[in-house]
Nanobody, 124 residues
Framework: QLPLVESGGGLVQSGESLRLSCAAAPRSTVGRFPVAWFRQAAGKEREQISCISVSGTDTTYAAAVEGRFTISRDNSRNTLYLQMNNLKPEDTAVYYC????????????????WGQGTQVTVAS
């Protein structure tokens, strides 16, 4: 599959909110796979922060974002979302989305390839 396209990042103050979007490329779809959000802070490795099942019934969150971030999907629009509330400087990173075989944070197969991501910067 072609990389998914992330958007919605920007520069915000601590405590503010952003909503990220992840769209499938033309002639592609996100509806047949679990999809996960990842982030990579400067000088650090990528980490999975959230994932959603095909049906949307099951979701997972990393401890650092649980209670503040909400993942959702609209398969009819071929779009994945990440609502980020009460942002903190520690959330500053490039955010990516990618199809997976499972939502297991440390396992599963990644499908497609990494896209360019979208930058989120949170100032204090």
């Amino acid at each position: 599959q072609l990389p998914l396209v992330e958007s919605g990042g920007g520069l915000v103050q601590s405590g503010e909110s952003l909503r990220l979007s992840c769209a499938a490329a033309p002639r592609s779809t996100v509806g047949r796979f679990p999809v996960a959000w990842f982030r990579q802070a400067a000088g650090k490795e990528r980490e999975q922060i959230s994932c959603i099942s095909v049906s949307g019934t099951d979701t997972t969150y990393a401890a650092a974002v649980e209670g503040r971030f909400t993942i959702s999907r609209d398969n009819s629009r071929n779009t994945l979302y990440l609502q980020m509330n009460n942002l903190k400087p520690e959330d500053t990173a490039v955010y990516y989305c990618r199809r997976k075989s499972t939502c297991e944070p440390t396992g599963g197969t990644l499908f497609g390839s990494w896209g360019q991501g979208t930058q989120v910067t949170v100032a204090s």
